[in-house]
C-alpha cells in the first residue's frame, strides 16, 4: 500500500542549518515512518552518490563491512611473508612444511553525522528541490568527512620523504624535516622515482599487478604535470579502468587527484608562510576501511512535529546522515609519504 508523503517536510534553503556530530557507536537510529520505502531508498542513494566521490583516500585500502550486533572492534589481518626455501629436497625425504603468520590488527569504530534544520516557512513550488538539495550537501560531507578520517590515518605513516632545497647554480641541499623545506622543494619526477622504488625495495606488491598509485594535491600536480614522463590518463586507460580521480601517470605511478589530499600549514611544523602537501605513494594492502555502502551511511529523515512536545509547533524538520567509520595502517612498509612545497604554497591554506 502507498502511503502519503507529507509535502510540509522541507522548508525553503535559506531556512537551512548544518549541524555535525560526532559521538560513539549507537545502531538504534530511527527513520521517521511517514517516508514512504521507495522515498527512503532513492534518498540513500542520493546520499551515497554524492559521498562517492570524495571517498578518494578509500578505494585503496581493504574493506570491512560495519559489524553489527559486534561491539565497536573490527578485525584486519595481516600476512606475513614466507622466508626462501634454500634447503635442497632430499629424495624420498618429506621436508618440514612452514605455518602462515598472521598478525591481527583491530581497530574501533566511531560514528560521524551531519543534519539539517528545515523551517515550516514552505515554498510550495521548490519542495522536491529542497530535498534533494539538502541530501547532495549532505551527501558531499558524509563523503568528505569520512574521507579525512582516512586520511588522517594513512598520513601518518613513518616512510617520510622530503624534496631537497635548491640554490643558486642548482646546488641541491638535503632536507630532513618538514620546517626545512623552501619554496624550491617541489616534487619532481626524481622523487617520484625515489619514492616508487622505496616501495619495491619493501617489496611491496602494485596496486592493480603493474602500478602503484600516488594521492595528490591538484596544487603540485601543477609542477609534475608539464614533465616530459608525464602521460594523461586518456591515453593509456579505458574508462573503466580508470580510478576515481584518476589523472595521469609518470612511469609505473598512476596519479589520483583530490583537493582533500593533506596540507599543513601555519602548525609550526612547516615553513613560515608556505603550505606543505602529502603526496601518499601506495603499494597493495597498504591500509584498511571500514565499508561504506551496506551499512555504514545511511540517510535520516525527521519530519514536522516528530520532536513531539520538543517541537510543539510543528515548526522544525530535519534531513541527516550518519556513519561508522574507522581505518588502519596495515603495513608502514607499503606508504611513503613525500612532503613538499608547490608553486601554490603561499596562498594556501590547511585543510
Known amino acids: ?44 542513494m542520493e546520499l551515497l552518490k554524492n559521498a562517492e566521490p570524495e571517498l578518494v583516500h578509500d578505494q585503496f585500502g581493504q574493506k570491512r563491512n560495519i559489524p553489527k550486533g559486534k561491539g565497536k ?25 612452514q605455518s602462515l603468520t598472521v598478525t591481527a590488527l583491530t581497530a574501533t569504530v566511531s560514528q560521524y553525522g551531519g543534519y539539517v534544520t528545515i523551517s515550516d516557512i514552505l515554498d510550495m513550488t521548490a519542495i522536491d528541490n529542497n530535498i534533494v538539495e539538502a541530501t547532495q550537501l549532505l551527501g558531499s560531507q558524509a563523503g568528505r568527512t569520512l574521507d579525512t578520517i582516512t586520511r588522517e590515518v594513512i598520513n601518518a605513516g613513518t616512510n617520510v620523504m622530503w624534496p631537497p632545497k635548491t640554490g643558486t647554480g642548482g646546488a641541491q641541499t638535503a632536507v630532513t624535516d618538514r620546517d626545512e623545506l623552501d619554496a624550491t622543494s617541489k616534487l619532481t619526477t626524481d622523487i617520484i622515482f625515489k619514492a616508487i622504488n622505496q616501495l619495491k625495495r619493501n617489496n611491496v606488491k602494485p596496486v592493480d599487478g603493474q602500478n602503484y598509485v600516488c594521492i595528490i594535491h591538484p596544487d603540485v600536480v601543477l609542477d609534475i604535470m608539464l614533465s616530459d614522463a608525464w602521460k594523461d590518463v586518456t591515453k593509456y586507460s579505458r574508462p573503466d579502468q580508470i580510478f576515481k580521480g584518476e589523472i595521469g601517470m609518470i612511469g609505473n605511478c598512476r596519479f589520483v587527484e583530490t583537493s582533500e589530499a593533506k596540507i599543513w600549514k601555519g602548525g609550526g611544523t612547516e615553513p613560515s608562510g608556505l603550505a606543505v602537501y602529502s603526496c601518499l605513494f601506495i603499494g597493495k594492502g597498504a591500509y584498511g576501511v571500514t565499508e561504506i555502502e551496506g551499512g555504514g551511511l545511511e540517510t535520516i529523515v525527521k519530519q514536522l512535529g516528530s520532536a513531539g512536545t520538543a517541537d510543539p509547533l510543528n515548526q522544525r524538520a530535519t534531513v541527516g546522515w550518519k556513519g561508522v567509520k574507522t581505518a588502519k595502517i596495515l603495513s608502514d612498509d607499503a606508504i611513503v609519504r613525500v612532503e613538499c612545497v608547490s608553486s601554490l604554497s603561499s596562498t594556501a591554506t590547511a585543510n
Not at 6 to 23: G, H, K, S, V
Not at 74 to 80: A, G, H, K, L, P
Not at 86 to 94: F, I, M, R
Open 73 to 97: 572492534t573490527i578485525e584486519f589481518r595481516r600476512y606475513s611473508s614466507l622466508p626462501k626455501a634454500t634447503t635442497a629436497l632430499v629424495e624420498g625425504v618429506t621436508p618440514s612444511g
Open 1 to 44: 500500500m502507498t502511503r502519503e508523503f507529507d509535502i510540509q517536510l522541507f522548508a525553503a534553503p535559506e531556512n537551512l542549518q548544518l549541524q555535525t556530530t560526532a559521538a560513539s557507536l549507537n545502531t538504534n537510529a530511527t527513520t521517521s515512518s511517514s517516508l514512504s520505502a521507495e522515498n527512503k531508498t532513492f534518498y540513500d
